[in-house]
C-alpha cells in the first residue's frame, strides 16, 4: 500500500471513532465518484464528503456473489460495505437519500446497511463498473443470502450510477 493510501486510510478510521467532533478527509486528487452529505461529521468540502477512487479504495474491499433482477445468472461484485464508509463518515440518521446520475432517489432506511451486508460495488464480475454498466458506483443487496430481500422493495433500492448519498 502506498504512502498516501496508508495516510487516507489512517484519516478515514480516525474519523469514524470522534462521532461528535467534525474531522477534516483528506482532499480528493481525482475525479469525484461519491457526494456525501447531511448528518456526517467527517468531511473535506462544504461540509460533505467528496470521495474519489483513492479515497474509497482505502475502505476495506468485499466481494459478494448473487443475483439481480436486471442481469442473468449470478454474478460477483467487489467493492466495500455500505456500513463501513458510513462508519468512517461518522453518519448518523435514520435514513440515506441514494442519487443515481439519472437523479433517480430513494430513501434508503440506515437499518438496511447494518441488518445485511450491503455494497457499494464498483465491479462486477473482474470488470470496472462504468456509468454505460451501471457504475462507476452500484448499491448491491445480498438478495441471495436471504429471502426477504427478494422483494420488489428492495430492488428498487439497487441504485446504480450512485453519486449521492444524503444521509438524514
Excluded: C
Excluded at 479504495?57 to 458510513?86: I, K, Q
Excluded at 435514513?95 to 441488518?115: G, K, Q, S
Amino acid at each position: 500500500m502506498s504512502f498516501r493510501l496508508l495516510l487516507i486510510a489512517a484519516a478515514l478510521a480516525a474519523s469514524g471513532t470522534a462521532q461528535s467532533q467534525p474531522t477534516e478527509l483528506p482532499t480528493p486528487e481525482g475525479q469525484i465518484l461519491l457526494v456525501v452529505t447531511g448528518e456526517i461529521t467527517a468531511t473535506n468540502q462544504a461540509n460533505a464528503a467528496h470521495l474519489d477512487r483513492t479515497l474509497l479504495e482505502a475502505l476495506p474491499r468485499h466481494e459478494l456473489e448473487t443475483s439481480t433482477s436486471v442481469t442473468d445468472g449470478v454474478n460477483r461484485f467487489e467493492g466495500f460495505l455500505m456500513r463501513d464508509l458510513l462508519e468512517r463518515l461518522g453518519a448518523e440518521g435514520e435514513t440515506a437519500a441514494a442519487i443515481a446520475l439519472n437523479d433517480y432517489r430513494i430513501e434508503i432506511p440506515m437499518a438496511d446497511f447494518h441488518d445485511y451486508g450491503v455494497l457499494v460495488a464498483d465491479t462486477m464480475d473482474g470488470e470496472a463498473l462504468t456509468p454505460r454498466d451501471k457504475g462507476p458506483l452500484w448499491i448491491v443487496y445480498p438478495r441471495d443470502d436471504h429471502r426477504e430481500l427478494q422483494d420488489i422493495r428492495y430492488d428498487y433500492r439497487w441504485v446504480w450510477q450512485l453519486y449521492r448519498l444524503e444521509i438524514q
